[in-house]
């Protein structure tokens, strides 16, 4: 016997596969064959064994095949190769075949700290192999329901003993859910599948932009409230499309009902100006902040402002204002003083 050969190298507990065994003449005449066959242990032959071999000239090779499925747990198993020899008796030898049912693993490389309904979230899978033997055709497919991905599944092909690699996914979740990261991959012919579970869990994302008005002002014009403030950016993402506008109790009026102020880059600032009525008796009303990441999904926040400290305000039905008439005192006082004056040069 020249070779043995097991494909795949090393089986899982149930897979089907082939042993290959090489034999050779190396007399320097014909050997005439009777059957040959393939005893179980640890696997199970498959097939039929060879009842009929015939003649091997000298010098010449013949090789036998035998289709194979483990039968048995994990470990190393001996099945023996047997060839009749007819005239010279019987050639035997034990073919080693090792059987591992290792899986392939799987893990979650990078993930956002939390998910939000409707917001696409990046997600990098990586898959090792830990078998003694190569895999090939490794894949993943994300599996579940209630969310929308990108791709639709991943291929990374052939790993190597202890090799690894790593796909790419646009997970946009409608609900919380679990999202099943199935690797499958084959051993020889056999298909197998490894399955990771993601929860998925809203909370709230460290990163997403966080608007903050700061520094408002109120001032009453003509019966129309006017605040004016800057609202900053905070958090580590773009807040896109961000609008302002007065909140209930309060009705927004022209010239600035809405303020539009764009988008707001991770610390970017911007002035805001609305104008609003309100009842009167009312002492409080909400600044109301609209904005959008970069997938379009909606966030609204609130702050708010007091409209009792007010700057700039006219006195209503005052008359004259105050300045004016500090100024006509004086006028007044000087004129005293110098007819006084007047007076008394006469005298």
Do not use: C
């Amino acid at each position: 016997m020249t070779s043995v050969a097991v494909d795949p190298a090393v089986l899982m507990p149930g897979d089907e596969g082939t042993i290959t065994v090489a034999v050779q003449n190396t007399g320097p005449s014909t050997v005439q064959l009777g059957g040959a066959r393939l005893y179980e242990d640890g696997v199970v032959p498959t097939g039929e064994p060879y009842p009929s071999v015939g003649d091997i000239g000298a010098g010449l090779n013949r090789t036998f095949t035998f289709a194979v499925r483990a039968d048995a747990p994990n470990g190393t198993y001996y099945p023996r190769f047997s060839l009749d020899l007819r005239e010279n008796g019987t050639l035997s030898h034990p073919v080693p075949v090792r059987v591992d049912g290792t899986p392939l693993s799987a893990s979650v490389l990078e993930k956002p700290d939390a998910f939000a309904a409707g917001r696409t979230a990046d997600l990098t899978v990586l898959v090792g192999n830990p078998r003694p033997n190569a895999a090939s055709a490794v894949q993943v497919v994300p599996k579940g329901t209630n969310f929308t991905v990108t791709p639709s599944s991943a291929f990374i092909g052939g790993l190597a003993p202890d090799g690894s690699g790593t796909v790419a996914f646009n997970l946009t979740p409608a609900a919380e859910t679990n999202v099943t990261f199935q690797v499958v991959w084959r051993n020889g012919i056999n298909t197998h599948t490894a399955d990771l579970v993601l929860p998925v869990a809203f909370g709230e994302d460290k990163r997403q932009a966080d608007p903050v008005i700061t520094n408002v002002e109120v001032a009453m014009e003509g019966g129309i409230y006017r605040a004016t403030g800057d609202v900053m950016n905070a958090g580590l993402e773009p807040a896109r499309s961000v609008l302002i506008t007065p909140g209930a109790p309060a009705t927004p009026t022209d010239p600035f009902r809405v303020y539009v102020v764009g988008t707001l880059d991770p610390d970017d600032i911007s002035s805001f100006e609305v104008t609003f009525k309100a009842d009167a008796g009312t002492t409080e009303i909400p600044l109301v902040v609209e904005y959008r990441d970069d997938d379009g999904n909606l966030y609204t926040a609130a702050r708010p402002i007091s409209l009792e400290n007010r700057t700039g305000e006219e006195t209503p039905d005052a008359g004259v204002p105050v300045p004016a008439v500090v100024v006509g005192v004086l006028v007044i006082a000087a004129a005293l003083a110098v007819l006084w004056y007047v007076r008394r040069r006469r005298r």
